[in-house]
């Protein structure tokens, strides 16, 4: 169940003072991106980092890593067990969200971690994560509409709800490209708190970050991810101006092309699974605004190669059906619905049931064909590479759906 606030987070922490200091990130879209790019540079930098993200990828302690390697997972049970003995002695009766919270804040802590990057977990001001009283800088990555049910009904709702993690005295970086009404409403909320805030832009790269935008030129990359990483670098400076004075950003920047985010725009090989040699494209997108960009990286980089493309995809029930899919899914494409598992420690989540997805499908003009596949995934991937022919095929709609990907190639190596 889904209880925000952070009286029992509070509870459970205040025991253990935290030891680090934090960069904290929020936004609806590219929060991920810009937790992996900055705990790489900071691990690469010789700054002992701790990252902690949501959801996990195959196993619940994967969303925590030190110095860029998931921790062990003899440590999270152990410090994962203390937590929970806790909770119940104090009778706190915190969620599984706020558990894991603070068991990573206290990982964190006893590996000795210098700087934490915690990406929110759902909005920003009653998340878990916002217990965090010693914040180096923070960032607003893209808001959009999502969780609409917890958050609000609009964007401006939606947005004084992330715009809570923003403190008096630390500064913080805005994603640009958010949509006027947002822009504004997080203005309104810096100006009363009198922070500094430093709005990141690609099109301001040579003037902000001139060795950023070198980078740019050399690179291949889609629009978003030169935002994500222009936010995450603004941060990084703000960062270690405060650790470490006088520090050369600039020297880090050439590794940021060595960052992988598994899920989005990830290629995949999938011959374990099905006899295929081509790689097949995993993406998490899960919301319109994030569905826009992996359609806009799709008929840029993958329809031209072919015309069509065949998906396989799932989603979590309550979501924009219509609003994720329609703006992805072509005439002429072929489509599997399909369900993702159980997702452990997150009892509350659920697929949509792949015949009512499939339903949505079959609304969009022209599809070549439609199936459904209740349960095991494996049956709709098989089906998706017998009808693919060797042309592209797309896995996307849910994170979760990723993350079965990514453990049934685990289990078949």
């Known amino acids: 169940m889904i209880d925000l606030g952070l009286a029992r987070v509070s509870r459970l922490v205040q025991q253990t003072p935290l030891t680090w200091k934090a960069i904290h990130i929020a936004g609806t879209n590219g929060k991920g991106s810009i937790s992996a790019y900055l705990s790489h540079l900071l691990s690469t930098d010789g700054v002992r980092c701790g990252r902690f993200t949501s959801p996990h990828l195959i196993d619940r302690w994967d969303c925590i890593t030190i110095d860029e390697r998931v921790v062990q997972k003899s440590l999270f049970h152990q410090i994962e067990d203390q937590i929970k003995q806790r909770d119940q002695k104090l009778g706190i009766g915190a969620s599984e969200f706020e558990l894991l919270t603070a068991t990573a804040f206290e990982i964190f802590n ?8 915690v990406e929110v977990g759902m909005g920003g001001r009653l998340d878990a994560t916002n217990i965090l009283n010693n914040v180096l800088v923070s960032v607003i990555a893209k808001i959009g509409l999502d969780h609409q049910a917890f958050l609000g009904s609009t964007i401006v709702e939606i947005t004084g709800e992330k715009a809570g993690i923003l403190k008096p005295g630390v500064p913080c970086v805005i994603d640009s490209s958010n949509e006027r009404a947002v822009l504004e409403t997080l203005s309104k909320r810096i100006q009363e708190l009198g922070i500094e805030a430093t709005y990141a832009s690609p099109e301001n790269v040579e003037e902000q970050l001139p060795a950023l935008g070198r980078l740019f030129r050399k690179l291949d990359l889609e629009p978003h991810q030169k935002q994500n990483m222009c936010s995450a670098v603004l941060a990084l400076r703000q960062a270690l101006s405060k650790i470490r004075p006088g520090h050369d950003v600039d020297a880090l920047l050439p ?34 605004q994030s569905a826009d960009v992996l359609g806009k990286y799709v008929d840029r980089k993958l329809r031209p190669l072919s015309g069509s493309v065949t998906w396989v995809i799932a989603a979590s029930s309550g979501k924009d059906l219509a609003g994720v899919f329609r703006s992805i899914i072509r005439p002429g494409d072929k489509v599997a619905t399909a369900e993702f598992g159980p997702v452990d420690g997150m009892p509350w989540v659920a697929p949509t049931n792949a015949a009512e997805l499939a339903d949505t ?44 990907v990514h453990r049934l190639l685990r289990d078949a190596s």
């Not at 006893?110 to 990057?117: L, M, S, W």
């Open 255 to 288: 590794h940021l092309a060595d960052v992988k985010w598994p899920g989005r725009l990830e290629e995949v090989s999938l011959q374990p699974l099905i006899p295929r040699e081509e790689p097949i494209l995993l993406d998490g997108a899960h919301n319109p």
């Open 110 to 117: 006893h590996e000795q971690v210098e700087i934490g990057v």
């Open 361 to 404: 499908v079959r609304s969009i003009p022209d599809i070549n064909q439609v199936e459904s596949f209740e349960g095991d995934l494996l049956p709709a991937i098989k089906w998706a590479n017998d009808v693919a022919n060797g042309q592209p095929i797309v896995i996307a709609g849910s994170l979760y759906l990723i993350s079965d």
